[in-house]
């Protein structure tokens, strides 16, 4: 799949750049309004990733430039303000999604994967592991074709891990991820690993292999390797 | 002590003082005008004596005498002294009781034989009508005084009516609140410049104020992007392939740190943001449900620790920010859940207008003047300290009222509703 990163902190864009491209992607940056706005004129992207805050111009004026070239490119905004009315703002622009810095990377590729499953209305919802199979829109999960009860939590947690498949996931990432920034629960980290465990239990007690791998205690990764 | 008060005090000192020192005096010049009438008077009788003497050669009888009283005596030789005055008392025969009087004492030689002439002159009659004359002028001016009090006292407490109200608006300014130092109508100079003098210092309050929460606010949105860039760092050093065990510890303390921070930086943010009052769009609120709700979402963690959940839910709906109100609840369960024991109890009480949660704790009881504080916690507390501040920081906004108490090993934090305010 092909991403446009329009993110003016080098750190950051190299990171994210890193992190598509060894999912198997191409990723183009831009460090500014000016080559943003050179780069959606000429290409045609999958997901632009946009930062709200450049230094030579308003990421929203990309947002809008872009909706008026009526391109199918799906956009996911980071920004830096938790701000309600820029997200609705930037939603109602056209925008996908809104991701708050700071964020993971698994974070960010499964948001990307998301815009792009849904704006595929022809494609299919269903992504599958092996003998493990998740549709994305009635959120089940098959085992060898049978229906495995997961929590919503649960069902979460697991897609999270399979669009990163072969990646490390921080325990840090998955809290985040299933609880959000609401709750100030963000250094229960252990918790992570009950859920873990329960995931593990339901699939393997319905005859799916065990993908998951733990990484010294800093994380998770999901992988038949 | 008040400052009419003050002032009276001072005043009435000063007046009665003075009143006392004036009557005196005024008393001494009277009485010593009216000594010196009766000395004349005296006098006047003593030559009407000496010319009868000297005319008939004999004394004039004492009975011969309308107002006053003489008396002869008879002496062996004449002394020294010629004449003198002095008060007496002497017995009134006519009114048959004792009177203050002045006599005049002298000599005289008649045919050769010296006799001792007294005559006496009751100063009753004076002396009342000094009694007349101080009351008919003191009266007036203690009622003159009396008046001028009550006059002083309306006048001052009118006078000061201007500086009452600045006081009451000065009491009213609220630097937390959108509510604006509102100046008072006045002429009196002094008050105008104490005004002015407040309604400046409310202004650069205000701005200063304002300034540090836009600080605040920009500093912690600046530590955002900083922060994502460990985040992503920290996340691609992860997928390298040569991860130790070691190492991976290092990045799991990182990650703790990082998380932490962030979570510091959000709750800043987010006491800025209700502080500015941005979440102020309001609906009406099942509270019920969403305890339930959030009880689901915080399943698992109550599992983990083995927490046993008591609630008694009313019906109840309350009329605010759905955000404020989920960030109300979400502190509640995460300050009960985090500060319990394995297998602990949280009880949670919704009444009608009063939401009540309470939890069992390693902790005893903690200060409830302290607790509300900003990074106030315990050292054994993984939170960034902000959470209750929050609670409180809603409630303030919310004008729910807000307690804490420590009762049966169980801490209570107890929100109650008000009606009113829910109700339109």
């Known amino acids: 799949m092909k991403f446009l990163i329009i993110e003016d902190e080098e750190g950051l864009r190299q990171s994210i750049d890193q992190y598509l491209t060894a999912e198997g992607n191409i990723c183009d940056c831009a460090s500014n309004y000016e080559q943003g706005y050179q780069k959606l004129s000429i290409y045609d992207y999958d997901c632009v990733l946009l930062d709200l805050t450049l230094p030579d111009g308003e990421g929203l004026q990309l947002l809008k430039y872009l909706k008026k070239l009526n391109k199918a490119d799906g956009v996911l905004i980071i920004s830096a303000r938790n701000s309600l009315d820029q997200k609705i703002e930037g939603l109602s622009l056209g925008a996908d999604d809104y991701l708050i810095k700071p964020f993971h990377l698994s974070e960010l590729y499964a948001r990307t994967l998301a815009i792009i499953r849904r704006r595929n209305f022809n494609g299919n919802s269903l992504l599958s592991f092996n003998e493990l199979e998740i549709d994305t829109a009635s959120k089940e999960v098959k085992v060898n074709g049978q229906l495995v009860y997961l929590t919503r939590k649960e069902f979460d947690l697991l897609l999270y891990f399979l669009v990163n498949k072969n990646k490390v996931i921080s325990k840090s990432a998955a809290v985040v991820h299933i609880w959000g920034d609401e709750a100030d629960m963000a250094d229960s980290f252990d918790f992570i690993y009950t859920h873990i465990k329960n995931v593990r239990k339901k699939l393997t007690d319905s005859g799916c292999k065990d993908y998951f791998q733990s990484v010294y205690g800093v994380g998770y990764k999901f992988t038949d390797a | 002590m ?47 004596v000496k010319d009868f003497a000297h005319v008939k050669n004999i004394l004039p009888s004492p009975e011969g005498f309308d107002d006053v009283i003489v008396e002869y005596k008879k002496i062996h030789k004449l002394s020294n002294s010629r004449r003198s005055f002095a008060d007496t008392n002497f017995y009134n025969p006519k009114k048959k009781h004792k009177e203050s009087a002045r006599y005049l004492k002298t000599q005289l030689v008649l045919n050769g034989q010296p006799y001792e002439i007294l005559i006496i002159a009751s100063k009753f009659e004076r002396q009342e009508q000094i009694k007349s004359i101080i009351l008919i002028i003191l009266l007036p001016v203690i009622a003159l005084l009396l008046i001028l009090w009550l006059v002083n006292k309306i006048l001052i407490r009118r006078m000061w009516s201007p500086f009452r109200q600045l006081l009451t608006n000065i009491k009213a300014f609220n630097i937390n609140q959108e509510k604006v130092f509102e100046p008072i109508q006045t002429n009196i100079e002094e008050f105008k410049e104490l005004n002015k003098a407040v309604l400046e210092v409310s202004l650069k309050v205000k701005s200063d104020y304002k300034e540090i929460k836009l600080f605040t606010e920009n500093a912690a949105h600046e530590m955002m992007t900083p922060l994502a860039v460990i985040n992503s760092k920290l996340d691609t050093l992860l997928q390298s392939n040569s991860l130790g065990k070691e190492e991976s510890e290092i990045l799991s303390d990182l990650y703790k740190a990082t998380s932490k921070l962030t979570k510091l930086n959000q709750s800043l943010l987010l006491l800025v943001k209700i502080d500015n009052n941005q979440l102020q769009a309001r609906e009406e609120i099942n509270l019920k449900t969403l305890i339930e709700e959030k009880l689901g979402y915080f399943q698992e963690l109550i599992q983990k620790r083995n927490l046993n959940i008591q609630s008694e839910l009313a019906e109840f709906i309350i009329y605010a920010n759905r955000s404020l109100v989920e960030i109300l609840v979400n502190n509640l369960f995460s300050n009960a859940i985090r500060h319990n024991y394995d297998g602990g109890s949280i009880r949670i009480t919704l009444t009608e207008d009063n939401l009540d949660f309470s939890n069992t704790s390693t902790q005893m009881g903690l200060d409830p003047l302290k607790i509300f504080e900003r990074f106030y916690k315990d050292n054994a507390s993984d939170g960034t300290g902000l959470g209750l501040a929050i609670l409180k920081q809603v409630c303030i906004r919310k004008n729910y009222q807000l307690s804490y108490c420590y009762q049966r090993e169980q801490h209570h934090f107890k929100i109650v509703f008000k009606h009113s305010e829910n109700k339109n």
Not at chain 2, 15 to 31: A, E, P, S
């Open chain 2, 2 to 48: 008040k400052l009419f008060t003050s002032y009276n005090s001072i005043l009435s000192v000063i007046t009665l003082t003075g009143l006392l020192i004036i009557g005196f005096l005024f008393y001494q010049t009277l009485g010593q005008y009216i000594n010196r009438q009766i000395e004349d008077h005296l006098y006047e009788e003593l030559l009407e």
